[in-house]
């Protein structure tokens, strides 16, 4: 009998290819599957049995879930390359001031800075055409920069916005799966990978 795959979940963003790619060398008898998740999914996913584990951006609710915190990442500035900010290397929210900024409808940031313009076209326009729509010069888009990598444009660029909240990434895994040996097992392999733990290392 084949073995059960596991049910990877992954937010945009997320980029777990290094761990899929050990999970595979030291788990060749179990396929992996990785499975796109939205923001505003991830903790239905995980509660409705979709997924066995996800990549979930935090806050997450956490009542019924287990979850580790893993890296946090550098809120950036997206803009046309023909921006005047593009001229500094890094921004504060002070640099912004007069900028017309869109919020993404899937915002994962949910930041606010003073003396900036809120497109009135906000929360209409997801995260890739909300810097679609900044890559023509109408204005900017914070968000996580592997969001902004996700949705390289060539006439788009970005800068770290140093003042900015960062953004959190977690593993998440319902506690009901603990109970059940196979994907239990599964989980603690992958929580071993992405924790650099080698193949022969304990648990603890």
Known sequence: MAA?????????????????????????????????????????????????????????DRDGLHLIPLYEEVP???????????????LTSDDLAGETVYIPSDDVLGIAIPDVVVASSSGSLDTAEAIATAASGAGIVIVPMSLARLH??????????TDGPRSSVGL????????DDETGAHIQTFI????????????S
């Not at 060749?28 to 409705?48: C, G, K």
């Not at 992405?194 to 648990?203: D, H, I, K, L, N």
């Open 152 to 161: 390289h444009r060539r006439d788009a660029t970005f800068r770290p916005l």
């Open 4 to 60: 059960r795959p596991f049910r990877l979940g992954a937010v945009p963003g997320a980029t777990p290819g290094k761990w899929i790619g050990i999970w595979r060398e030291r788990m060749p008898r179990v396929p992996l599957e990785l499975i796109p998740v939205a923001v505003s999914e991830q903790r239905r996913s995980l509660t409705a049995g979709e997924v066995d584990a996800a990549l979930v951006r935090l806050p997450l």
């Open 192 to 203: 071993g990978i992405v924790r650099g733990r080698s193949a022969r290392s304990s648990r």
């Open 76 to 90: 950036v500035v997206v803009m046309s390359t023909d921006s005047h900010l593009s001229v500094a290397d890094e």
């Open 172 to 179: 998440a895994w319902p506690v009901d799966d603990v109970d």
